[in-house]
């Protein structure tokens, strides 16, 4: 298959999975292991593209059934893609509709020939097909466009998994039939299978055989057990091409991402940081600030010492605690922090593992979060061992 991308690794951990790499995309370069914040409607909630850019970001989500819907397709051909419509000209990826048959069930009927959606604005009908979804993420002119899959709750058991699975491979061979600007564009498959190991393994495989240029590890993320997450994804990054960048869908709190860049994830994408900003709820190294208590009345220091951003070098823990859930520049200020602070942390993952010294950071990382190795997650202590890195031994050197 045709690839507009170009993937290079730079370094590998000598002890876990990690690895630093660079993806070059058709609207620049990508530094991996990479968070990619999420702009639905074409924007993130409540920040310019400017003010992403500003923060350092090299690429963000965009939602095909969302921009489907409004602005629509016809508007998106006439202004010439998604980049120029949102004055965006960093790279994009988009997922391809199949999250909105979780998020959207009750408004969903899911086919062999697609999905129909009941609009949430208006209530018309739209069948979402392989073929429709392509025709709109071209339209869009994604960097990275992702396959439309069948999505089943990760809570989901029995045959419907399966039966998810196999028409997730069915779909991405029309995917690839459909898709118009292979030259400009990337395709990636994304792998089903829920929780169970045979049904990932056999994706994997037949996947593999369509040879796209990325894959996505989908379906997790949804409520499962944590302990059962891990092991679907290091399962999954040990049977994937390693050389092809690896993305794990809907991961956003910090310790996922420093667990499964460990376990050989390159690529990430959440609300998380924007969503909780809308609580008051500020991201630190250190732990979750709840900026709506009153402890942080009087407090006049930023949210956190050593961050650059706008917010934290203009405003105070004080000023924030009369705006945040009443203002809408409270969350404004807070989601252009928890965005830096995301991408922060994912530079100094990379640092790290390009130094050869990921280990250590990890170390470090769930000791200033945690601060008590009794309350670490078992999970990301057993995942962690996995891949030769023991959280409850004495600290790396």
Same mark, same amino acid.
């Given at each position: 298959?045709?690839?507009?991308?170009?993937?290079?690794?730079?370094?590998? =951990?000598?002890?876990?999975?990690?690895?630093?790499?660079?993806? #070059?995309?058709?609207?620049?370069?990508?530094?991996?292991?990479?968070?990619?914040?999420?702009?639905?409607? /074409?924007?993130?909630?409540?920040? #310019?593209?400017?003010?992403?850019?500003?923060?350092? =970001?090299?690429?963000?989500?965009?939602?095909?059934?969302?921009?489907?819907?409004?602005?629509?397709?016809?508007?998106?051909?006439?202004?010439?893609?998604?980049?120029?419509?949102?004055?965006?000209?960093?790279?994009?990826?988009?997922?391809?509709?199949?999250?909105?048959?979780?998020?959207?069930?009750?408004?969903?009927?899911?086919?062999?020939?697609?999905?129909?959606?009941?609009?949430?604005?208006?209530?018309?009908?739209?069948?979402?097909?392989?073929?429709?979804?392509?025709?709109?993420?071209?339209?869009?002119?994604?960097?990275?466009?992702?396959?439309?899959?069948?999505?089943?709750?990760?809570?989901?058991?029995?045959?419907?998994?399966?039966?998810?699975?196999?028409?997730?491979?069915?779909?991405?061979?029309? =995917?690839? @039939?459909?898709? @118009? @600007?292979?030259?400009?564009?990337?395709?990636?498959?994304?792998?089903?299978? /829920?929780?169970?190991?045979?049904?990932?393994?056999?994706?994997?495989?037949?996947?593999?055989?369509?040879?796209?240029?990325?894959?996505?590890?989908?379906?997790?993320?949804?409520?499962?057990? @944590?302990?059962?997450?891990?092991?679907?994804?290091?399962?999954?990054?040990?049977?994937?091409?390693?050389?092809?960048?690896?993305?794990?869908?809907?991961?956003?709190?910090?310790?996922?991402?420093?667990?499964?860049?460990?376990?050989?994830?390159?690529?990430?994408?959440?609300?998380?940081?924007?969503?909780?900003?809308?609580?008051?709820?500020?991201?630190?190294?250190?732990?979750?600030?709840?900026?709506?208590?009153?402890?942080?009345?009087?407090?006049?220091?930023?949210?956190?010492?050593? =961050?650059?951003?706008?917010?934290?070098?203009?405003?105070?823990?004080?000023?924030?605690? #009369?705006?945040?859930?009443?203002?809408?520049?409270?969350?404004?200020?807070?989601?252009?922090?928890?965005?830096?602070?995301?991408?922060?942390?994912?530079?100094?993952?990379?640092?790290?593992?390009?130094?050869?010294?990921?280990?250590?950071?990890?170390?470090?990382?769930?000791?200033?979060?945690?601060?008590?190795?009794?309350?670490?997650?078992?999970?990301?202590?057993?995942?962690?061992?996995?891949?030769?890195?023991?959280?409850?031994?004495?600290?790396?050197?």
């Amino acid at each position: 298959m045709k690839s507009a991308l170009k993937w290079e690794v730079l370094a590998k =951990c000598s002890t876990t999975k990690a690895r630093a790499a660079v993806l #070059t995309l058709p609207h620049g370069p990508v530094n991996a292991p990479v968070f990619m914040p999420v702009g639905t409607q /074409g924007t993130l909630k409540g920040l #310019t593209p400017d003010q992403i850019k500003d923060l350092g =970001c090299q690429i963000m989500l965009n939602n095909t059934y969302h921009l489907g819907l409004r602005p629509g397709q016809e508007l998106l051909d006439k202004c010439g893609g998604a980049h120029l419509f949102q004055g965006w000209n960093r790279n994009l990826l988009t997922d391809s509709g199949g999250f909105q048959m979780v998020s959207l069930l009750k408004l969903a009927e899911i086919t062999e020939d697609g999905v129909q959606f009941e609009s949430p604005h208006d209530g018309s009908l739209m069948l979402l097909t392989p073929e429709h979804s392509m025709s709109l993420q071209n339209s869009i002119g994604a960097d990275i466009m992702m396959q439309l899959d069948d999505v089943v709750s990760s809570l989901t058991t029995g045959p419907r998994v399966e039966e998810a699975m196999w028409r997730s491979i069915r779909w991405l061979d029309r =995917c690839i @039939k459909a898709h @118009k @600007k292979p030259e400009t564009q990337n395709l990636f498959a994304i792998i089903q299978g /829920g929780l169970d190991p045979e049904l990932r393994k056999k994706c994997i495989e037949e996947m593999l055989k369509r040879d796209t240029p990325g894959y996505a590890i989908g379906g997790l993320s949804g409520g499962e057990e @944590k302990d059962k997450f891990w092991r679907v994804v290091t399962l999954c990054t040990d049977l994937m091409p390693r050389e092809k960048p690896i993305y794990c869908m809907g991961v956003g709190y910090a310790e996922d991402l420093v667990v499964c860049v460990a376990l050989g994830v390159d690529m990430f994408d959440c609300v998380f940081p924007t969503r909780t900003a809308r609580f008051g709820n500020a991201l630190t190294a250190t732990g979750t600030l709840s900026l709506r208590q009153a402890k942080f009345r009087d407090d006049f220091r930023p949210i956190e010492e050593d =961050c650059d951003c706008v917010t934290c070098k203009s405003y105070t823990r004080a000023y924030l605690y #009369t705006l945040v859930t009443k203002e809408t520049v409270g969350c404004h200020l807070v989601s252009i922090h928890n965005t830096a602070y995301q991408l922060r942390l994912m530079r100094q993952v990379r640092q790290s593992v390009i130094e050869d010294r990921f280990p250590q950071f990890i170390h470090k990382f769930f000791k200033d979060l945690f601060k008590e190795k009794d309350a670490y997650p078992k999970w990301a202590v057993n995942a962690l061992k996995s891949v030769n890195v023991d959280l409850l031994a004495g600290e790396e050197s």
